[in-house]
C-alpha cells in the first residue's frame, strides 16, 4: 500500500471513529438527559449570522456562539480566548506582538500582519469590518456574544472571509440605569479592572460607556534588558449614545479606543547560538533579546448606525465607521544581547467603510440587499539590523485598498418544511502599492535615527496597481420537518483579492493573484429530550485554488556566501482540499449538571504547488491547522446561601485538545507542536438577583508549556535564528462582579 493510500486509509478510520463516539456520545447525553426531572431546558440562543436575528438551531450555518454570561462565568478576557471550545478553529495572539490576531478557520487564513496581506477570518466589531489584524486582539467587554462562523461568508459579510468570520456584538443599552464593576487579581501580578453603565438621559436617548484595566507582571524576564516578558498593560475603553424617537428608527453613535503599553516581547531560543554558543534557556518564558526602544499600539474608531422601518416588510440600514490604528515595535529576531537580527518597526493603518442594506421579510420571502464600501491604507516601515555583518536593510510599504460590492441574500420558503436560499456578491478590489527597499552600510537606516548611514544598494522601488473583480455566488437548501430538526447543505465561494507584497525586491512589482475557495457543506442540527439536548454536526469540502501564501527568505545581496537580509515572498499554491467534519453537542444530563462537547477534524492536503514548473506539494503542509481539536466541559450547578442572601455554585471544568501543529508551510521538527491539552477550571457563586459574582478561576492546570508560533532563520546572521512563543502557563485568578 502506497503512502497516500495509507494517509487517506488512516484518515477515513479516524474519522470513523469522530463519527462513530459521537453517536455514542449523543446516545449516552440523550438517554442521561430524559432521566432529568421537571420541565429544565437548555436556553435558546440567537444570533445573527444572516444578517438578521435568528435561533441558532435554525440558522443552516455552522455557527458557535458565546453569551455574555457564558463569556463572565469562565472569565474569559479576550476573543483568543474562545479558541479553545470552537471545531476547526485557531485564534492567537501574532508572533512577538500582544494585541495583533491570528487566525485561521478550517485551515483559511493568514499569519502575517503586514502591510498588503489581509485575513482569510473576516474580524468584525458591530458588523464594522475590521481591515488589519493589528489592535484586532479584542478584549471583552461591554459584549453581548461572540459568534464564530465558519466556511466562506462571502456573500453577506463579503471582502476576506473566506475561512469563516467572527463577530464581536456589543450589547444595547438598556431602558432603566445600569451599573457594573468588575475586579479580578491573580498569579504573575495580575490586576484587571472594568467598570461600565448605561442610562436613559431623556425620551428615547440613551448614554452609556466601559472603561476597562488589564494589567500582569509577565509569565518570565528578560535577561538582558530586566523588563518584565509577556506582561500585559492595556487600557480600553468605549462610549455609546443611542436614540429612538420612535419606535421605527433606531441610532447609534459609538467609538472605542484601546492603548497596549505591554513590553516588547522576545521569542525563546530553541537551540544554542552559533557565534556565541549562548546556551538555551531553561524556563520558556524567558529571553536575552538586547532590542529596547518605543513599544506602544493605539487604534480607536467611531461607528454610525442607523435602521429605519419603513413598513412592516422594508427595514433600511446604514453603517458607517472610521478606524486607525498605530503600532510602534521592535523585534529581536534572534533573540540575544547583541544586535545580530533585530527590527525596530512602524505600522500605521486606517480605513472608511460605508455599508447600505435593505432588508425584506414577508411571509415566505426574506431577503437583504446590500452596496459597501471601503478605503483603507496600510503602511509600515521597518528596519532589518545585522549589526554583526555591519549592514541595515530598509523596507517601506504602502498599500492603498479602494472596494466596493454589491450583494443580495434572498430565503424562500417553498413549503412549511423546506426553503432555499441564493445569494450572490460582486466584488471589486483596487490596490495600489509602493515598495522602497534600501540597503546601508551600518546599524539603522535614515529612517530610524541613523543620519550617516552610506546606502550602497536599492533593491527595489516601484509603485505598482491592481485591480481584482469577482462575482461569489451561494446556495443553500434547509429542510426543518419540526422545530427539533434541521438539516442543511450549502455551496458557496469566498474570494480574497491579489495585490503585492510590501516587503519584496523589485521582482514583488509582478504582484500576487487572488486566491479563491468552492465550499460545500451538509449539516444536521438536532434537539433531543424536550429541549435539553442539543447536538449540530456539518461535514464539509473545500477546493482551495491560487492559495497565497506569504513568508521570509533569508539572501545573499552581494553573493558573498553570507545572508544579509530577508524578502518577502509569495507564492500563489495551486490547489488544495481540506475536508472535515464538526460535531458540537449541548446536554442536560440532570437539573444541575450540563455537558458541553465539540470534536473537529480537518485534513488539508495541498494537491499542487508549482515552483519553476516543479510540482512541490508534497512536501508542504497548512499552517495553523491541527488535525483534530477536542472541548469537553462540565457545569454543576447547586443553590447555596452565601454573603448573607441566596445564590447558584457553580462548578465547572474543562479539557481542550489540540493535535499537532504547523508553523509555516514546511514542516519544523524544532518549532512545530506536538499535541496537546489544557485543562481549566472554576467556582463560581452568583446572587439570585444577579448583582454579585464572585469565582475563582484556574487556566492551564497541568503547566503545560505549548508554542503557539515563532520565527525561523537558521542561516540569517551570524547567530542561526530559531525561536518560539508560547501560550500561557499555569495562572489563577480571583474575581468580584457588582451590578447596581
Known amino acids: 500500500m502506497g503512502d497516500d493510500q495509507m494517509k487517506n486509509c488512516l484518515s477515513h478510520k479516524l474519522l470513523s471513529s469522530i463519527s462513530l463516539g459521537a453517536v455514542l456520545l449523543t446516545t449516552s447525553l440523550t438517554q442521561g438527559a430524559y432521566a432529568a426531572e421537571g420541565e429544565v431546558m437548555l436556553e435558546e440562543i440567537t444570533v445573527t449570522a444572516r444578517r438578521r436575528s435568528e435561533s441558532l438551531q435554525s440558522v443552516p450555518v455552522a455557527v458557535t456562539a458565546f453569551s455574555a454570561d457564558m463569556l463572565n462565568k469562565v472569565n474569559m478576557t479576550d476573543i483568543t480566548s474562545i479558541t479553545e471550545s470552537v471545531p476547526s478553529t485557531t485564534l492567537k495572539v501574532s508572533r512577538g506582538t500582544n494585541t495583533t490576531i491570528t487566525a485561521y478557520i478550517r485551515g483559511i487564513g493568514q499569519q502575517d500582519p503586514v502591510a498588503g496581506f489581509e485575513s482569510g477570518v473576516g474580524i468584525y466589531l458591530d458588523d464594522v469590518y475590521?481591515?488589519?489584524?493589528?489592535?484586532?486582539?479584542?478584549?471583552?467587554?461591554?459584549?453581548?456574544?461572540?459568534?464564530v462562523l465558519r466556511g466562506p461568508q462571502g456573500t453577506l459579510y463579503g471582502r476576506n472571509t473566506i475561512g469563516g468570520a467572527l463577530k464581536y456584538v456589543t450589547k444595547r443599552l438598556g431602558d432603566e440605569p445600569e451599573m457594573r464593576v468588575k475586579l479580578s487579581g491573580g498569579t504573575y501580578g495580575q490586576l484587571d479592572g472594568l467598570a461600565s453603565f448605561s442610562a436613559p438621559v431623556s425620551d428615547g436617548l440613551k448614554v452609556g460607556g466601559a472603561l476597562a484595566y488589564f494589567s500582569n507582571n509577565g509569565y518570565g524576564d528578560n535577561l538582558t534588558t530586566g523588563k518584565n516578558q509577556y506582561d500585559k498593560d492595556i487600557f480600553a475603553a468605549r462610549l455609546s449614545a443611542e436614540l429612538t424617537p420612535s419606535e421605527?428608527?433606531?441610532?447609534?453613535?459609538?467609538?472605542?479606543?484601546?492603548?497596549?503599553?505591554?513590553?516588547?516581547?522576545?521569542?525563546?531560543?530553541?537551540?544554542?547560538?552559533?557565534?556565541?554558543?549562548?546556551?538555551?534557556?531553561?524556563?520558556?518564558?524567558?529571553?536575552?533579546?538586547?532590542?529596547?526602544?518605543?513599544?506602544?499600539?493605539?487604534?480607536?474608531?467611531?461607528?454610525?448606525?442607523?435602521?429605519?422601518?419603513?413598513?412592516?416588510?422594508?427595514?433600511?440600514?446604514?453603517?458607517t465607521a472610521y478606524r486607525e490604528d498605530d503600532t510602534e515595535t521592535v523585534i529581536d529576531f534572534d533573540a540575544l544581547a547583541p544586535n545580530d537580527f533585530d527590527v525596530p518597526a512602524i505600522y500605521r493603518n486606517d480605513q472608511l467603510s460605508q455599508e447600505f442594506q435593505v432588508v425584506y421579510e414577508k411571509d415566505k420571502l426574506n431577503g437583504i440587499f446590500g452596496f459597501y464600501y471601503l478605503d483603507a491604507n496600510a503602511m509600515h516601515s521597518f528596519d532589518v539590523v545585522l549589526a554583526g555583518l555591519g549592514v541595515t536593510a530598509y523596507t517601506f510599504g504602502d498599500v492603498n485598498t479602494k472596494t466596493w460590492a454589491a450583494f443580495a441574500d434572498v430565503n424562500y420558503d417553498i413549503s412549511e418544511t423546506f426553503s432555499v436560499g441564493l445569494g450572490g456578491r460582486y466584488t471589486s478590489d483596487k490596490r495600489t502599492a509602493t515598495v522602497l527597499r534600501q540597503t546601508f552600510l551600518g546599524a539603522n537606516s535614515p529612517a530610524f535615527g541613523n543620519d550617516t548611514a552610506f546606502q550602497v544598494a536599492q533593491p527595489a522601488d516601484f509603485t505598482e496597481s491592481g485591480t481584482y473583480k469577482k462575482f461569489t455566488p451561494k446556495v443553500s437548501l434547509k429542510w426543518q420537518p419540526s422545530d427539533d430538526m434541521n438539516l442543511y447543505a450549502s455551496f458557496s465561494q469566498g474570494f480574497k483579492g491579489g495585490g503585492f507584497d510590501p516587503r519584496g525586491d523589485d521582482r514583488a512589482k509582478d504582484g500576487f493573484l487572488p486566491e479563491t475557495v468552492n465550499a460545500f457543506e451538509i449539516g444536521l442540527k438536532s434537539t433531543f429530550a424536550e429541549g435539553r439536548v442539543k447536538t449540530n454536526i456539518a461535514t464539509f469540502f473545500s477546493d482551495y485554488k491560487d492559495i497565497q501564501v506569504p513568508g521570509s527568505v533569508g539572501v545573499d545581496s552581494d553573493n558573498d556566501g553570507v545572508e544579509d537580509t530577508f524578502v518577502g515572498t509569495v507564492t500563489n499554491a495551486g490547489k488544495a482540499e481540506i475536508w472535515g467534519v464538526e460535531f458540537e453537542s449541548t446536554a442536560l444530563l440532570s437539573e444541575n449538571l450540563t455537558a458541553n462537547v465539540n470534536l473537529g477534524y480537518v485534513n488539508a492536503d495541498y494537491k499542487q504547488w508549482l515552483v519553476q514548473d516543479v510540482d512541490i506539494s508534497d512536501g508542504k503542509v497548512f499552517q495553523n491547522t491541527p488535525e483534530f481539536t477536542a472541548y469537553m466541559s462540565l457545569?454543576?450547578?447547586?443553590?447555596?446561601?452565601?454573603?448573607?442572601?441566596?445564590?447558584?455554585?457553580?462548578?465547572?471544568?474543562?479539557?481542550?485538545?489540540?493535535?499537532?501543529?504547523?508553523?509555516?508551510?514546511?514542516?519544523?521538527?524544532?518549532?512545530?507542536?506536538?499535541?496537546?491539552?489544557?485543562?481549566?477550571?472554576?467556582?463560581?457563586?452568583?446572587?439570585?438577583?444577579?448583582?454579585?459574582?464572585?469565582?475563582?478561576?484556574?487556566?492551564?492546570?497541568?503547566?503545560?508549556?505549548?508554542?503557539?508560533a515563532g520565527y525561523n532563520f537558521p542561516n540569517l546572521g551570524l547567530e542561526g535564528n530559531v525561536t518560539a512563543f508560547y501560550g500561557a502557563p499555569r495562572t489563577f485568578t480571583a474575581t468580584v462582579d457588582f451590578k447596581f
Open 130 to 147: 475590521l481591515n488589519r489584524p493589528q489592535g484586532a486582539v479584542l478584549q471583552i467587554m461591554d459584549v453581548e456574544r461572540i459568534e
Open 248 to 319: 421605527n428608527f433606531f441610532l447609534r453613535l459609538s467609538g472605542d479606543y484601546t492603548k497596549d503599553n505591554s513590553n516588547e516581547k522576545s521569542g525563546h531560543r530553541l537551540q544554542v547560538s552559533n557565534n556565541t554558543n549562548a546556551p538555551v534557556l531553561d524556563n520558556v518564558y524567558d529571553t536575552r533579546g538586547g532590542i529596547t526602544g518605543p513599544q506602544e499600539v493605539s487604534q480607536k474608531g467611531v461607528s454610525l448606525a442607523m435602521e429605519l422601518a419603513v413598513n412592516d416588510m422594508v427595514t433600511l440600514k446604514s453603517t
Open 635 to 708: 457545569n454543576y450547578t447547586q443553590d447555596m446561601n452565601m454573603m448573607g442572601g441566596e445564590g447558584v455554585l457553580d462548578l465547572i471544568g474543562s479539557v481542550a485538545y489540540r493535535s499537532s501543529t504547523h508553523v509555516f508551510e514546511d514542516p519544523i521538527p524544532l518549532l512545530d507542536e506536538d499535541g496537546y491539552a489544557l485543562v481549566n477550571a472554576s467556582i463560581v457563586w452568583t446572587s439570585e438577583d444577579g448583582g454579585i459574582r464572585v469565582g475563582l478561576h484556574g487556566k492551564n492546570l497541568t503547566d503545560k508549556h505549548y508554542k503557539v
